[in-house]
T-cell receptor, first 113, second 117 residues
Framework: LAKTTQPISMDSYEGQEVNITCSHN???????ITWYQQFPSQGPRFIIQ???TKVTNEVASLFIPADRKSSTLSLPRVSLSDTAVYYC??????????????FGPGTRLSVLP | DAGVTQSPTHLIKTRGQHVTLRCSPI?????VSWYQQVLGQGPQFIFQ???????GRGNFPDRFSARQFPNYSSELNVNALLLGDSALYLC????????????????FGAGTRLSVL
């Protein structure tokens, strides 16, 4: 499974755009890039997933360059409630049940008023 | 629709005891995975079950075991509890390849907080 590297922590202010970049140099051809958000004492919550170029949903955007060796999660206009740990994961489908993720320590985002 | 549900939410045990944690996946999901999350760290993979068969195992001792039932719910069992087993235990489900491009999205429950004294 591809290993990922992301900043341990980031600070931002309310209303700003936050970009968290993740490196995954050994990503495999069939791997997707998935981001999760986790609040204390809760399970990780799926944010967004992509394979290449740009993906956008109602909460975030994911930018993936052509070589797929990195990706950037973009959170527009963050609020205090976005304070959480964000995990970047790579993995693909294997047979019918998929690979399990290898979680790193994630990025601890602190949004300040 | 209900998400992944886990029970109990909190549990306190003493060293040497045995514990059983339960998980009900999202309706229609056939794959269940278990993770252990120690405070301050990311979740660590323990087991994966698909169609009632073990499909993956992480680097955990044999004191950890699991099973999946015909209704796709799952149990995680831990024997001879150690202080170091204190953690948040997470269950995640995914649909597999139903519908083609499931893209390996796992949906997590809220977890069971286990404290071993």
């Amino acid at each position: 499974l591809a290993k990922t590297t992301q900043p341990i922590s980031m600070d931002s202010y309310e209303g700003q755009e936050v970009n968290i970049t993740c490196s995954h140099n050994n990503i495999a051809t069939n791997d997707y890039i998935t981001w999760y958000q986790q609040f204390p004492s809760q399970g990780p919550r799926f944010i967004i997933q992509g394979y290449k170029t740009k993906v956008t949903n109602e909460v975030a955007s994911l930018f993936i360059p052509a070589d797929r060796k990195s990706s950037t999660l973009s959170l527009p206009r963050v609020s205090l409630s976005d304070t959480a740990v964000y995990y970047c994961l790579v993995g693909g489908l294997r047979d019918n049940y998929g690979q399990n993720f290898v979680f790193g320590p994630g990025t601890r985002l602190s949004v300040l008023p | 629709d209900a998400g992944v549900t886990q029970s109990p939410t909190h549990l306190i045990k003493t060293r040497g005891q045995h514990v059983t944690l339960r998980c009900s996946p999202i309706s229609g999901h056939k794959s269940v995975s278990w993770y252990q999350q120690v405070l301050g760290q990311g979740p660590q993979f323990i087991f994966q079950y698909y169609e009632k068969e073990e499909r993956g195992r992480g680097n955990f001792p044999d004191r950890f075991s699991a099973r999946q039932f015909p209704n796709y719910s799952s149990e995680l069992n831990v024997n001879a509890l150690l202080l170091g087993d204190s953690a948040l235990y997470l269950c995640a489900s995914r649909s597999g390849l139903a519908g083609g491009r499931a893209k390996n999205i796992q949906y997590f429950g809220a977890g069971t907080r286990l404290s071993v004294l």
